[in-house]
């Protein structure tokens, strides 16, 4: 079977095992293979951490690694990046990994499915008002879409839905048009154009990993950062007072 002919929309519809409704399309395979394999590196990297100076090799790769991350998100949240870390970093890796992948004959990324891009922007969708609740507790969060005036509560959700719908597709319309036209110019000029589109679709692989990940923790920062402005300005109300 030819996973990248050009009448493919989607992973989806690459079937490769069917038992009655319950069916194992790439999406699915390959999601499963990169989760996999994440965790098998991450527990093989971490069974022997060591707090020497004399460490392994891929303990190092995976401190550069963390403190860029944790870097990256104090930078773009003025905030610990320590709350944030698990969260943002998974999704980094994953979808990093999964563009990353494309190289390999065989292989489709789970992220050009509209399916795989959906679930991880309401995963972003359902940890913007988590993270907002532990820091500013249930009431402070919900005021938020009362401000200034309640006449912007539905432009308020409309906001937090359409983020949401553009997180999705936005990763999914990157990845897809990429696979598409590399299947395209493999079936036109089969030598030179679809190496240079290989290279330039693992580019775009690691920037959209990059943007989704900045964008998934702008948006749980916005919901944190107002109870930290709040309390300076409490703070400072009572440094005038006394």
């Known amino acids: ?20 409704c319950i069916s194992l399309n790439a999406t699915i395979l390959f999601t499963w293979i990169v989760m996999a394999l ?14 020497d100076v004399h460490m392994s090799r891929w303990q190092n790769l995976l401190e550069v690694i963390v403190d860029g991350m944790q ?12 709350s944030y870390l698990y969260f943002v970093g998974t999704l980094f890796l994953f979808i990093l990994i999964s563009n990353i992948f494309s190289i390999i004959p065989g292989y489709v990324a789970p992220t050009a499915s509209l399916s795989t891009t959906a ?7 359902a940890a913007v008002p988590f993270y907002g609740i532990i820091r500013r507790g249930l009431g402070g969060y919900l005021r938020q879409y009362i401000e200034p005036t309640a006449l912007m509560l539905p432009f308020n959700i409309i906001g937090e839905l ?21 299947a395209i110019l493999l079936a036109i000029t089969p030598f030179i ?17 990059y943007i989704f990940a900045v964008l998934a923790t702008v948006y749980i920062a916005s919901a944190t950062r107002i109870q930290e402005r709040e309390k300076r300005k409490q703070e400072a109300e009572k440094g005038e007072k006394s």
Not at 40 to 48: A, K
Not at 119 to 125: K, N, P, S
């Open 1 to 20: 079977m030819d996973l990248m002919t050009i009448k493919d929309i989607s992973p989806d519809q690459v079937i490769f095992w069917e038992w009655g």
């Open 38 to 51: 994440i965790t098998i590196v991450s527990w093989l990297v971490t069974r022997h951490l060591s707090t």
């Open 71 to 82: 870097n990256e998100i104090r930078e773009i949240s003025q905030q610990d990046p320590g």
């Open 119 to 125: 679930a991880l922007a309401v995963c972003v969708f």
């Open 162 to 182: 359409s983020r949401t719908l553009a997180l999705a597709v936005r990763l999914f319309g990157n990845m897809m048009s990429g696979a598409k036209i590399g």
């Open 193 to 209: 154009f679809p190496v240079v589109m290989h290279a330039l679709g693992l580019l775009t692989g690691v920037i959209q990993a």
